[in-house]
């Protein structure tokens, strides 16, 4: 957010009022803010992207939430509420996962969070041939090979193409 943007935030944070674009009368507004960032706020301070007064306006209780990397048990469970809103959609008859493929979701850093590993899910979903999710068809997805279970990447089978999330047959 630019600079002439975060002090037009913080007045309106502070005086409680705002102008619409093309109004002339000030508006009292009552609002309560929620935000959030994946970057550390100090340093953005120390690099003057990110006004001081602004970050302690809007740090008044603050709460951090570990990453998925740090909650990989829940992993299965994202990951297998993912495949059931897909499959909701799609109706291909994938059912399941096969329990190496979950340990190699679980094993995975995830700078993405849950973006990354719903993404990754439904990619799967879509490559899957049968009815679960395969540890190798999980592997060849993960953009690096991060994972610790050690098995060797193999192609993608190419019976299937993907166009705009959906599968073709």
Do not use: C
């Not at 109004?23 to 953005?44: C, I, M, Y």
């Amino acid at each position: 957010m630019g600079s002439e943007l975060q002090v037009k935030l913080l007045r309106v944070l502070e005086d409680r009022t705002l102008r619409r674009v093309g109004g002339s009368q000030e508006l009292k507004v009552d609002v309560r803010l929620v935000s959030a960032t994946n970057r550390d706020p100090h340093e953005a301070i120390h690099a003057k992207k990110l006004r001081e007064d602004l970050f302690y306006r809007l740090n008044v209780f603050p709460l951090a939430l570990p990453t998925l990397g740090q909650r990989r048990e829940d992993i299965p469970l994202l990951a297998e509420h993912f495949r059931k809103l897909i499959e909701d959609q799609e109706r291909a008859g994938v059912s399941g996962w096969e329990p190496a493929a979950l340990e190699t979701l679980q094993a995975y850093d995830w700078p993405g969070n849950v973006r990354e590993l719903r993404n990754v899910v439904h990619r799967a979903y879509v490559m899957t041939e049968g009815r679960t999710i395969r540890p190798d068809v999980v592997e060849a997805l993960l953009p690096q090979p991060r994972a610790s279970v050690s098995r060797k990447k193999k192609p993608l089978p190419k019976s299937r193409a993907v166009v705009a999330g959906t599968r073709k047959k």
